[in-house]
């Protein structure tokens, strides 16, 4: 027991002074947040001016209301973000269609295009009020976002004409067609609560917790393991403690990495809730607490704990088996392919969360500790599910730990090359 | 945990009739050896001789498929193995952690309280110059340096069986006489020594008792001085000025080489160096060098090996 603390003690210190890592947990969070915000920031960078628009409205009716929709913030239920951030994009026109042909404006606007002078241009047909369609054409139709506010404005004026068509005040209908809202309550042993949403939340967070971990840290142990091989500390290490404490010693070392820096970003997030929540008040945003028992959140650190184990324990193992980091990510690419199914099978047991199905596999040990947190928050499981399922876990655990350590003594031997999997299997039956 | 004191010649590891096999290969095959305390042992042999499969199994990494590894009567296993001190072939340290630190862990690996091994390390990277190293990393060190850290891991916690393989790589000779100085003050204190190496003239320099294998099996074993005479032969390196009329005598010399320093003397069968020298000394020669020739562990291993 002693040395698998020592050796937990050398992995933890030399990590956690380690520069990389203490930069990583100070940035971290921004970084998470920046990767999560980017993709949608990129995509609506428009890197151009205004888009030109130009419109021929053949009704004589709509022009007028479509630019104002497209120039505009004003916009229809639930576009109000949307419409804001589309301030000063759009410069749209009329085109003067007098006496002359819809062939020879058509004609006319498409030069333009052609020649650069405009972006888009618009044909709103004489009887589009009565449901013929609206033509947009365009040098760039794959803008998805101009199309969808020329659509957008095009249909609010023309319901709105439709309406007016039909003698119908425009804002009665909107008050009347006004949504319905919920509350939802969750019934349990522990009374009622009214859930926001943020239990949910707080279980796929526990699974993305734990995949991040995996992906990080598991990264981390693999390379450890092969770098012992390579330096052949393992030969000093092997004959000073048994195979297994080192391995234990090794995933004790590092899961203790990954809590502190978790420990480190929880402050952080508190220190937020306590501070930020208030400032966030003061300017009328309010957010919700989810609202979790003290026991689920201790189960949820167990599961963290024994789910990361299980999975850094194979990553061990694939870097017991080879002789080089990028040979052991190949073999550990199945290890990630097994989390990623894990966490697919989370949306079937959120609908269900105590069925068959979803029992069954919360027991299989590679799965619980993504499933399992997901039903704690939902529909609570029986207190021996949980705890037997955890129980599986701790023995899968401790099993591959012990094969892993196996093979990492025998592996020593190995000079150079990948050991196939019946080798390995000869390994883990050796004396 | 402080060594048990023993007798000088007591026997400290007893290797029964061992045997390691990889699939179809035989590392090892049915090796007996005794190692006693207060002696330094030669395990000698060619690359590949099976060297270091058997010191792994000395040392627990892996275990024999047949036969029984004793030490100080018990069977080898992981209570043991604290009080070994094993120096592998290959340099055996972490690059990136502190010379100190590494010590301070590898040390309290071997069952040293932290404080304990913290002054222990401090005490051989003194005596072995590596004071001012302390702080930095590990492969900031040039390989002589890391090999006598190595060293250090090994010596630190004052084992009773010391196992070095190819202790001398790397080093300079200075250094060298450095870690020479430290294996015979083990020695003297009653500790055990393995030394293992495919150089015989270093062996020479070292062992008191050696074993020589050669393709898992072993060749010759026994005490190192008892061997040379064994395999002595009558001839004498002689440098004298005046000798002509002695050697000439077919009665007394076989033949007569020349060599760089001196004349190498055959002698025939029958006739001792006492007689030679005696005979020498009678006629007036003026003699600067009389040496009865011991053939080298390299002239024995080889002569034993192409023996049919």
Redesign the interface.
Known sequence: MS?IW??AR?EYF?RVRNKMFIIMTLIGPALLVLSGLLPALLFRLDAGGAKRIRIFDETGRLYERVRDALESDRKGDGREAHARESIGRYDVSPVGGKGRSLEDVRRELAESVRRGEIDFYVILPRDVIAGARAEVYGRNPSDLFTVDDIEAAINDAVIEARMREAQIDPSRIASLSERVRLNVVRVSEQGEEKISGAGFFVAFIVGFLIYMTIILHGQAVLSSVV?EKN????????????AFDLMMGKLVGISLVALTQYAVWGVAAVLFWIYGLAALAASGINLALPSISPLVLLYFLCFFLVGFFIYATLYALAGAATTTTQEGGQLAMPVIFLLVIGFYLVFPVMRSPNSTFATVISLVPFFTPVIMPVRLVTEAPPVWETLLSLALSVVTAIGLVWIAARVY??G??MYGKRATIPEIWRWIRQ? | MRPVASADGEAILVLDSVTKRFNDFTAVDRLNLVVRAGRVFGLLGPNGAGKTTTIRMIVNITVPDEGTILFRGQRMGLRLQNRLGYLPEERGLYKKMRVGEQLRFLGELKGMERKEAERAADAWLERLNLAEWKERKTDELSKGMQQKVQFIATIMHEPELIILDEVFAGLDPVNAELLKEIILEFKGKGRAIIFSTHLLEQAEWLCDDICLINRARKVLDGELREIKRAFRRNAVALRAEGAERVLDDAELVARVARRNEHLEVVLQEGASPQELLRRLVQSGAVVTKFEQIEPSLREIFISKVSEP
């Open positions: 040395k020592i050796i050398r030399e770098e330096s052949r500390v393992i030969e000093v290490l092997l004959s000073s403690a048994r003594r025998v020593i031997l004396p």
